[in-house]
């Protein structure tokens, strides 16, 4: 049996050294980024290993255009479908681990691929004449305006009919 002093130095060196391993692989993971541009090149996005949005470049041409915000949506969806790829590279220290497996089918699920963009009519999708897919929510059926309420009848003549008359004054 070895000696108590030998075991727990033993242990120490253990944790320290995942402990290391740990900081590398976080150090890492917070370097991945991914970058990615519109189809017109107008709009930029830079989202982290987290998904989130980082940076946003818009360009002159487009900040009066429609659908602005749904081709930034757009293109931020795309740059979070290639975080597992990007992790995957950029995370060298748990390469061909099955936490690297289950990282990457995690990020998968969370930002797939996008949905290709087009105009919806009748159900079908179809490229805009310029090149560009858009989709078009249809447009729910009117509600039917609200019945009015019946008229207040008028005060009887010698009553009293200031605003607390009968406890209603936001009349």
């Known amino acids: 049996m070895s000696n108590p002093e030998q075991l727990l130095a033993s ?4 944790i320290a050294e995942a402990k290391q391993r740990g ?10 980024s991914v970058a990615e541009r519109s189809q017109d090149g107008q709009i930029a996005v830079t989202v982290n290993h987290l ?10 041409a487009v900040r009066e ?6 081709e930034i949506l757009r293109t931020v969806q795309r740059a979070q479908s290639k ?10 220290s748990i390469a061909g681990t099955a936490t690297m497996d289950e990282l990457v089918q995690q990020l998968h699920r969370e930002f797939p691929e996008p949905e290709p963009q087009g105009f919806v009519e009748g159900g079908h999708a179809a490229p805009a004449s310029d090149g560009s897919r858009f989709i078009v929510e249809e447009e729910a059926p009117a509600k ?9 009848p008028a005060p009887e003549p010698g009553t009293d009919d200031d605003y607390f008359s ?5 009349r």
Request: proline share 11%; hydrophobic share 45%; no cysteine.
């Open 144 to 152: 039917p305006a609200p019945k009015p309420a019946p008229p207040r």
């Open 23 to 32: 900081d590398r692989m976080q150090a890492e993971m917070a370097a991945v």
């Open 65 to 70: 255009k429609a659908n602005l915000a749904e």
């Open 166 to 170: 009968d406890g209603d004054y936001l």
């Open 51 to 60: 998904g989130n949005l980082v940076g946003l470049e818009i360009g002159h």
């Open 83 to 92: 975080l597992a790829d990007a992790v995957q590279t950029g995370i060298p």
């Open 11 to 14: 242990f120490d060196a253990k």
